[in-house]
């Protein structure tokens, strides 16, 4: 197969393209969503959400060479044998292309590292560790105008489905390019850039960029409701392609024209004083729960 502009070999398919190519489909159609939802200005200090993988990484890089004031921010849990790996590539990429990095442990914040908690309580891994993540992100955030994160195409298309099969209406609201609680003004901006990218086209951007991402699975991955639904959309756009872009665009018309998102009032915690919904945030009952 040939790239369809230059007639050298093609490396990506459905459009195919070149490296050079790809390259720019993949940066323009990018940059196109962060001007067409309004999602960063130049003039922002940008925390960009990083873990190690190939979305992460291909995110902060885009960024950077696009000119925006990016610094990487992630967080250690402190799972053995694989946040330590995957971090390693943050940092030797940071290191490599000068961008600023902030790491938050666990430790530091909790007592105790994600490993240390799991085998003393009785907790679901994801959901304490999902928790605290967020938690800390949020706070960690708060030094920056804007936290981007690296969430695709294929992460929302299974957000969307997850949220009707659940009927989590209010969740599908807050849904979107720009997510989260930030119009209540609590939050930081949160916004996802490769919300119309899909998986597939961050793998070829990765790999034609020669990013390094870590591959490798936590050891505490279970077999989620997620998973499921992962599974269910790849068997379904096997078979009618374009069923993740039609699913997110029905959701963007949806969002806009449809059910727009409602107004929620944001309190503080009584323990923390992080924004809540609830009188103690969900991480200061795990904390009070697992006695630290
Ligand atoms: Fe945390 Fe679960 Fe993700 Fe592992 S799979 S990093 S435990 S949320």
């Not at 949220?163 to 996802?192: A, C, D, E, M, W």
């Amino acid at each position: 197969m040939k790239c369809s502009i230059c007639n050298k070999n093609a490396v990506f398919l459905n459009p195919s393209y070149c490296n050079v190519h790809f390259n720019r489909y993949f940066e323009k159609k990018v940059l196109h969503t962060i001007s067409n939802f309004n999602l960063l200005a130049r003039n922002e200090k940008i925390a960009v959400a990083v873990s190690g993988g190939k979305d992460s990484l291909s995110l902060l890089f885009l960024l950077r060479k696009s000119g925006y004031n990016v610094t990487a921010l992630s967080i250690d849990e402190g799972i053995a044998d694989y946040r330590d790996k995957t971090l390693k590539h943050m940092v030797g990429m940071c290191n490599n292309y000068g961008i600023p990095y902030k790491i938050v442990y666990f430790k530091d914040i909790f007592g105790r590292a994600l490993d240390d908690i799991l085998s003393s309580e009785k907790v679901r891994p994801c959901s304490v560790c999902g928790i605290f993540r967020r938690y800390l992100i949020n706070r960690a955030a708060k030094d920056f105008d804007v936290l981007a994160t690296a969430h695709n195409l294929d992460d929302e298309a299974q957000a969307v489905v997850m949220n009707l099969i659940k009927g989590n209406i209010g969740l599908l609201q807050r849904q979107g390019p720009v997510s989260g609680l930030n119009y209540s003004g609590t939050f930081v901006k949160r916004v996802k850039p490769f919300f119309l990218t899909s998986e597939k086209e961050i793998m070829a951007y990765s790999v034609i960029n020669k990013l390094n991402a870590a591959f490798g699975e936590c050891p505490y991955v279970g077999v989620s409701f997620r998973l499921k639904v992962r599974d269910l959309l790849n068997d379904t756009e096997m078979k009618k392609p374009g069923t993740k872009k039609r699913l997110i665009e029905w959701f963007l018309y949806y969002k806009k024209n449809l059910c727009p998102a409602e107004e929620i009032n944001i309190s503080c915690c009584q323990l923390c004083q992080a924004p809540s919904q609830h009188e103690i945030c969900s991480a200061c009952q795990y904390i009070l729960k697992i006695g630290n």
